[in-house]
């Protein structure tokens, strides 16, 4: 079992950042690949980023938020970050870490383990 646990959420206006973390706890954390997602009411978990195990970690984001958000590890620490600057009213959501065992992947249903979520609210 692997535990996620969110932080960093809250309410920010548009234009402003917020950095996201995601602590793990359970399982070799440096085997896992982890990505971040996100979801709206009435809409699907929608993905934001994700990151390779690897030392040389590889990154991958959605078109919507490449050149704003940046997602990075610390594996000493078993924290995975997503700072997002340059925030839009649609990046409004609940934002969920997620750990994959193995490779990255842009789609939710690949990911194994995931944490409770946390708001982020961005105001026009």
């Known amino acids: 079992q692997v535990q996620l646990v969110e932080s960093g959420g809250g309410l920010v206006q548009a234009g402003g950042s917020l950095r996201l973390s995601c602590a793990a706890s359970g399982r070799t954390f440096t085997n896992y690949a982890m990505g971040w997602f996100r979801q709206t009411p009435g809409k699907e978990r929608e993905f934001v980023a994700a990151?390779?195990?690897?030392?040389?970690?590889?990154?991958y984001y959605a078109d919507s938020v490449k050149g704003r958000f940046t997602i990075s590890r610390d594996n000493g620490k078993n924290t995975v970050y997503l700072q997002m600057n340059t925030l839009k009213p649609e990046d409004t959501g609940v934002y969920y870490c997620a750990a994959r065992f193995g490779s990255s992947s842009r789609r939710s249903d690949e990911y194994d383990y995931w944490g409770q979520g946390t708001q982020v609210t961005v105001s026009s």
């Open positions: 990151i390779s195990w690897s030392a040389g970690s590889i990154t």
